[in-house]
């Protein structure tokens, strides 16, 4: 949304409060006013700026799907001020909201094609968000495969949806722990996420990857991806600079002359290797 | 509009500062204190030090405040109420005896400001502001206007541009719509404009480097950021003084239950500026901040928003207690004015 004051955010009722894991929370917002929630429309891979009045705001993208209408989600670990003070807000307080803002992820682009989605940790929400419009387009799209690892059992995020994912027979979901974060029960892979990629048969033909993750995992996920021939315009990510406006004036979140905050969040591999290592 | 020239006699001069500011009008100029020279609200001709070379401070204040209020907030936990800066209350501005390059620095200012979205607390600031330029009689060994398209009799960003002629007695260029309404303010001061060559009465500062060579050697990797930038200190005083640098952070002042959200400078020179809150930070070293710093004015602003970011007012050098002089470093890194 646009208005007079570019600063100036909407006000969002906490709908629901979900525990992901420790210290990681999901939120369900609702506009407070009708015709903001009206007018508001974004897509997937776009990012918002959340905030508690006296603590300041903090850059999220949203984690819900476009094809999911009237709410959003947002889901953030409890690291700072502003998301401590988020996490001690509860179902039925009000938040602040700007957004959407930044590029996005072209979806439609990608018809007919298989989507393989890598993510790692906490990085998992804005690949959330695509990873289910997708599936609520499921017929738009062919296989889709899933590889999400964590640190621990417990870090993992969105527990019931990774359960909803592991049933469906339309997605193959493989989920990893680091080595040592798994508890006795745990069923799923030990290991790191690239070595784990680099077991699988990855088939690059007709293909896109969409990989979110802590810089390191990125780092060595890009290299598996292109052994595996994936194209590098078919590697998509999402760059998390720091960030204040979300619209090119507060001068932090820009790698080199490209602004993360307006020509991304969304960038393909074939752009990054363009940009210094500003980032 | 067509420009129009005028002569203000010296002896008129105070009292056309004076009608403008009983007139109700907010006027900045510069004054000197204890050997400080900065634009200040004045109320007397008196107060007024025209024959100065550079203040401390740019002029950004006026149309960008070091802390701007966004908005005020009454909160508890079931209701959040926002109440909106009526901006109808910033008052009408002047500027008197900005030099060129000040002048010139809103037109930047204004590309950051507007380039994607308009950021109407800028705008609204900068509408009612008339800039009343002063010509430079004199430079000293940190101005560099002319290397940066601009120069000491520069109209670019003046709404009226004096310069000092003949008997010390004042031309007045007429640009702007907005310099006209003042202008017409005391009309009766004025008179017609004699035959003059302006640049006769300006200070001559000579070309140091080229914008273009400059540009065409500005290089991510390529160059020695680490020597420029090895003294400095991080202390940001810089873009502090710097008439064209515009970065902020957005914060709040105040708790849970009441306060305001502002917006207040921030600068690249400080580690803080781009840490992620995971402790990892793109731009970790100074050399790093220096670069962002150089490559922001001279690249990436002109890429993007089709300014550069600097006037060559060299307050910058000036003001830096390692004494790093950006010029020194421009001229080097563009190989000087062949």
């Known amino acids: ?279 | 509009m067509t420009p129009q020239n005028k002569l203000l006699k010296k002896e008129c001069l105070p009292t056309f500062v004076e009608t403008l500011v009983k007139g109700g009008k907010l006027l900045y100029a510069p004054t000197k204190e204890n050997e400080r020279i900065e634009f200040k609200l004045i109320e007397n001709f008196s107060e007024i030090y025209l024959d100065y070379i550079q203040t401390t401070k740019s002029i950004k204040s006026i149309v960008f405040p070091p802390i701007e209020k966004l908005f005020e907030y009454v909160a508890d936990k079931e209701h959040v109420e926002i109440k909106d800066v009526n901006l109808n209350t910033i008052p009408e501005t002047i500027v008197f005896g900005a030099h060129p390059c000040d002048a010139a620095s809103f037109k930047v200012l204004n590309a950051v400001f507007t380039w994607d979205c308009n950021d109407e607390f800028f705008l609204t600031r900068k509408d009612k502001t008339t800039v009343i330029g002063l010509s430079c009689k004199n430079h000293d060994d940190y101005c560099f206007c002319t290397s940066v398209d601009l120069n000491p009799g520069s109209t670019e960003g003046s709404d009226i541009l004096l310069t000092r002629i003949e008997n010390d007695n004042y031309l007045a260029e007429i640009m702007t719509e907005k310099g006209e309404a003042v202008y017409k303010l005391v009309k009766n001061l004025f008179e017609p404009a004699p035959q003059v060559d302006k640049n006769a009465f300006v200070t001559q500062l000579p070309k140091l480097f080229d914008l273009n060579d400059l540009r065409g050697k500005l290089s991510f990797e390529g160059l020695s950021w680490m020597q420029q930038s090895l003294r400095c200190l991080s202390c940001g005083t810089c873009a502090y003084v710097c008439p064209t640098c515009s970065c902020f952070d957005i914060q709040d002042i105040g708790n849970q239950t009441k306060g305001k959200r502002v917006r207040i400078w921030d600068t690249c020179a400080l580690p803080q500026f781009t840490l992620h809150t995971s402790g990892h930070n793109p731009r970790h070293f100074q050399n790093e901040r220096w670069r962002q710093r150089i490559m922001h004015k001279f690249s990436y602003e002109p890429e993007r928003l089709h300014v550069y970011g600097c006037v060559g007012c060299g307050r910058c050098s000036r003001a830096c207690p390692v004494n790093i002089n950006i010029l020194e470093n421009l001229i080097e890194i563009s190989g000087g004015n062949k």
């Open chain 1, 1 to 279: 949304m646009r208005n007079d004051n570019i600063y100036k955010p909407c006000l969002m009722r906490i709908e629901k409060v979900t525990d992901e894991a420790p210290d990681v929370k999901t939120f369900r917002l609702k506009f407070i006013d009708d015709v903001q929630a009206r007018n508001f429309d974004f897509k997937a891979g776009q990012f918002g700026e959340y905030s508690v009045m006296g603590e300041g705001e903090s850059t999220f993208c949203i984690a819900s799907p476009p094809t999911r209408k009237g709410y959003i989600e947002c889901t953030f670990r409890k690291t700072g001020r502003v998301t401590s003070a988020l996490a001690n807000k509860e179902e039925g307080e009000i938040i602040g909201f700007r957004g959407p803002y930044g590029n996005r992820f072209p979806i439609e682009e990608w018809k007919g094609k298989n989507l393989l989605f890598v993510a790692g940790g906490i990085a998992l929400p804005p690949m959330r968000c695509v990873i289910w419009n997708c599936l609520d387009l499921r017929e738009d799209y062919k296989d889709i495969t899933i590889v999400y690892g964590a640190k621990t059992v417990d870090d993992l995020i969105y527990k019931n949806e990774l359960e909803e994912w592991n049933e469906r027979p339309d997605v193959t979901l493989v989920t990893t722990v680091d080595p040592g974060g798994e508890t006795p029960a745990w069923k799923g892979q030990i290991g790191f996420v690239p070595t784990i990629l680099e077991k699988m048969e990855l088939k690059a033909e007709n293909t896109i990857a969409v990989v979110c993750g802590p810089p390191i995992m990125i780092k060595f996920t890009f290299p598996v991806l292109v052994k595996a021939e994936f194209k590098e315009a078919d590697i998509f990510t999402t760059l998390e600079n720091r960030m204040k406006c979300g619209f090119g004036k507060c001068g932090r979140c820009n790698v080199g002359s490209v602004y993360v905050c307006k020509d991304g969040p969304v960038f393909t591999y074939a752009q990054l290797k363009k940009l210094p290592a500003e980032y």
